[in-house]
């Protein structure tokens, strides 16, 4: 059977769209998650974009032993200098290269002709080639190029040195019957396809992402491209845990495998959701809430009497433990282990400490603690940010015939603010008292609140996103009380936006 192997660029396509931008910490924290994944190849970033991708790609290419750790650069020798310097500590180092062949793009956005493409091609590639063996040449928005042109610009890239060949549809503009063609195509017309991977990048523009990929891997493709939860520019990239299971569960179909350890799905994607901020809707496919879920009763009874009547595949295939054993205020630091290990946590005994405070504090307040407290309570380390604002206390005043005020009072390198505000309710009351002790330029430009789990004594998690110059950054706060979790939230975006002004500094 052939290997597929899988490519993620959760961390440049996915985080260069709007409301997706991570900081180096949450971005290395994801880049060890994928790791965990067992994804082949992780694309760290874009290190000629700015100073901040740079770091964040060389400390993963220093962080990650297990996957090729790939940095993207444009057809210029700097942007090449650029990824090779920052990927060069990786233990497997990859530069993936870029040039547009399409007409529309080749015209109106690079303002050359095909000749001068080619010509770029030829001295880009074998100009990175001299830093690097693994090198990765994309072909962009080549499902709207001449095909005869493609494949001339493959060949040199092949013939300079280039060991993976991708195809992106860019602009998810393909359909599966056209990717079919195209890759068997570039398949049968290229000398030396045998020695170098081929590999596409399917946008989802048209909601025909994972069909396209799927097309392109029964034509012959042997590197798929995509980010966790499908996010990326406009419509996302390809989901990749969608094209893994689907892999996985129709192998009778496509012939074929991949390494990845699919019990790290649910987990990797839940991390990203908090650290981004954006959960995936109820019915998305493998980690949606519903993914799993049997509401009919013809369903529900169809199930317990034989799970594949209505499942195709195991919750547990994705780290969905079967077994609900409870936990509460009387469980112990084995089990609480035990719990975190079935959920696919690996941590030091450090870590276990540290989260075994917090679920004792959880569990004073809240009768069972659920799988997804869990996962929530674990996530809540994203926000501890040593140095950053940290809420000591706070009064807050509302009803229907008073107006709300809020008395806040803050720690920041060990002095002690207090500040009270009105406002048009609680919480508006609380961020104003907040805003006038960190005196910031900054703007509340999102929030939401939903509930963890169930029952009056759930957890309700805030997502806050917050303007900053032209910056959006997202807060998250989780606690049994939506008024800590509205302060935790504001403060963990107010920290992360006080890390970038340090960096600047
Ligand atoms: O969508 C695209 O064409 C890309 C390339 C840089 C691979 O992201
Ligand atoms: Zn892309």
């Known amino acids: 059977m052939k290997q597929i192997k899988i490519f993620d660029t959760t961390l440049r396509d996915g985080e260069q769209s709007p409301g997706c931008s991570m900081n180096l910490p949450e971005k290395l924290k994801m880049a060890e998650q994928l790791e965990r994944l067992k994804v082949d190849i992780i694309e760290a970033g874009f290190p000629t974009a700015s100073k901040g991708d740079f770091e964040a790609v060389r400390a993963i290419a220093e962080t990650v032993k297990n996957c090729t750790v790939a940095g993207l650069a ?3 020798f700097k942007d090449i ?10 233990a497997h180092p990859r530069i993936h290269l870029f040039i547009a062949t399409s007409p529309v793009h080749m015209k109106y956005k690079l303002n050359m002709s095909p000749q001068e493409v080619l010509q770029k091609t030829i001295e880009t590639v074998a100009y990175a080639k001299r830093y690097c063996d693994d ?3 994309s072909a962009e928005d080549a499902s709207r190029s001449n095909v005869e042109f493609l494949i001339k610009v493959f060949q040199a890239a092949v013939d300079n040195g280039a060991t993976v060949l991708n195809i992106p549809d860019t602009v998810g503009y393909g359909t599966p019957g056209e990717m079919f063609q195209l890759v068997k195509t570039i398949k049968e017309n290229l000398t030396g396809i045998e020695n170098v991977d081929l590999s596409v990048h399917c946008h989802n523009d048209l909601g025909m992402a994972v069909a396209n990929t799927l097309a392109a891997v029964q034509a012959g493709a042997t590197q798929v491209e995509g980010a966790m939860n499908g996010i990326g520019e406009r419509a996302g990239n390809v989901a990749l845990e969608e094209v893994i299971m ?18 790290q799905i649910y987990r990797t994607s839940k991390l990203l959701s908090s650290i981004i901020g954006v959960n995936v809707t109820p019915s998305k496919a493998i980690v949606g809430v519903n993914a799993f879920a049997h509401e009919a009763g013809i369903h529900q009874h169809g199930v317990l009497s034989e799970k594949s009547t209505y499942e195709i595949m195991s919750p547990q295939d994705i780290g969905l433990p079967e077994n609900k054993m409870v936990l509460g205020k009387h469980s112990g630091k084995h089990a609480l282990e035990q ?10 005994q450090e870590e276990l400490v540290e989260v075994f ?14 799988d997804d407290d869990l996962i929530a309570l674990v996530g809540m380390d994203l926000n501890d940010m040593p140095d950053g604002y940290e809420c000591v206390r706070f009064v807050v005043n509302s009803g229907s015939t008073i107006p709300a005020t809020s008395t806040v009072r803050l720690k920041h390198s060990g002095e002690e603010i207090e500040e009270a505000a009105m406002g048009d309710g609680p919480i508006d009351a609380t961020y104003k008292a907040i805003n006038k002790i960190i005196k910031m330029d ?8 939903r509930s963890i789990s169930d029952g009056h004594d759930a957890l309700g998690e805030v997502i806050v996103k917050i303007k900053y110059k032209e910056g959006i950054y997202t807060g998250r706060g989780v606690s049994t009380d939506i008024i800590e979790s509205s302060i935790k939230a504001y403060l963990n975006g107010i920290n992360k936006v006080q890390i970038l002004i340090k960096q600047e500094q």
């Open 74 to 76: 444009r057809a210029s």
């Open 81 to 90: 200098d650029d990824a090779y310097d920052a990927v060069k500590v990786a």
């Open 135 to 137: 090198i990765e040449f």
């Open 246 to 263: 689907a892999i996985k569960t129709r192998k009778d179909f496509y012939d074929c495998y991949c390494n990845v350890d699919t019990k």
């Open 339 to 348: 719990r975190l290990k079935d959920l696919g946590f690996q941590m030091t």
């Open 357 to 370: 405070e917090k679920f004792k504090a959880l569990a004073d307040k809240k009768k069972t603690i659920t």
């Open 442 to 449: 900054i703007e509340l430009a999102d929030y939401s609140i």
